[in-house]
């Protein structure tokens, strides 16, 4: 439905600036000031040189009203081929995710300075203004900057892509886009999390290698180690078999992980990718545990003696 809307919106656009480009057909307009229209459109996208009197004309207003819908269909249109190209590998639609960034903030500036041209503003003067104030606006958009660098270096050396996991701090999110200045990470809860590069810092990226689902599981100190590994050993295959659509291998005994209180905590694990890290993790539990009570292995829990006295 988003996409039937937005097709529908770029359509409409396109036939307004047809008939803004061909004042002929545009019923607003008086003779008159259809021909100033023609001459001041026509200059503006560079057909013939014309003008008009009056920096508020409805020729030149018109015009501008073209100027920001051909800039906006030419933005949208480069956007959507851009991504279309990309779809489907996380490194190239990282990189489209940064060049689209990019064309949307040069499509407005370029807007600007075009409207205000057609307006009869002098954009030189406003450039060389912008020199001798360029030392205090510096100071004003110094972490923007900062942010901007950042990505670009984040993107370049492929830290990471849009549809890794990177952990940032104390959040686990997938990478849903990443732009010159930010970086949107999602949770397993669908919680948007937005960041600014510069703020990027000690990331780790989940999804660069296999991860590690990990199950300990503890038995009495009574039961034999050596024979709880013959009945359960046996099992894995046949455990993996069943769970191919979240495990890459064979579940795999690590050994002993450590010596508890009240049981011995043996180690299980099994390689998956990051995103079903915790399904696989659900996954290896349960079989575990239903692999213990089928076996009549006891895996034991604290408990608490009570001594009355007499």
């Known amino acids: 439905m988003k996409k039937s809307n937005s097709l529908v919106k770029t359509v409409v656009l396109a036939v307004l600036l047809i008939v803004l480009l061909n004042p002929g057909m545009n019923p607003l307009l008086g003779e008159g000031v259809k021909n100033a229209a023609v001459a001041e459109i026509q200059k503006t996208f560079g057909v013939l040189a014309g003008g008009t009197t009056g920096v508020f004309s409805p020729a030149r207003l ?68 912008l020199g001798i104030m360029s030392l205090i606006i510096g100071f004003g958009v110094q972490s923007l900057i900062e942010d901007c660098v950042t990505g ?111 049981s011995v905590t043996l180690r299980f694990n099994v390689a998956t990718k990051e995103e079903n890290f915790f399904p696989a993790t659900r996954r290896l539990n349960r079989e575990m545990k239903c692999l213990f009570d089928d076996k009549g292995i006891e895996i034991p829990f604290n408990q608490l003696v009570i001594h009355q006295a007499k």
Not at 111 to 120: A, C, P, R
Not at 179 to 185: D, G, Q, V
Not at 196 to 213: G, W
Not at 235 to 250: A, C, H, S, W
């Open 62 to 129: 018109m015009t501008v009203l073209a100027v920001i819908i051909f800039m906006w269909l030419l933005t949208t249109v480069s956007c959507a081929v851009i991504a279309k190209i990309s779809k489907g590998k996380r490194r190239s639609e990282t990189v489209a995710s940064l060049t689209i960034s990019v064309i949307k903030v040069v499509g407005a500036i370029a807007t600007i300075v075009w409207v205000l041209s057609v307006l009869g503003v002098d954009i030189g003067t406003i450039f060389a203004s």
């Open 152 to 262: 670009l270096f984040i993107i370049f050396e492929g830290i990471y892509n849009i549809g890794d996991i990177i952990v940032l701090d104390t959040f686990r999110g997938t990478v849903e886009k990443i732009t010159l200045r930010t970086t949107t990470l999602k949770d397993t809860g669908g919680n948007l999390q937005v960041i600014n590069n510069s703020d990027i810092r000690n990331i780790q990226n989940r999804s660069a290698v296999e991860s590690l689902a990990i199950c300990d599981i503890g038995i009495t100190y009574e039961a034999d180690i050596r024979e709880v590994e013959k009945l359960v050993l046996p099992e894995l295959p046949r455990i993996y078999e069943e769970n191919k659509d979240v495990f890459l291998g064979v579940p795999k005994y690590s050994g002993v992980q450590s010596l508890d209180a009240s």
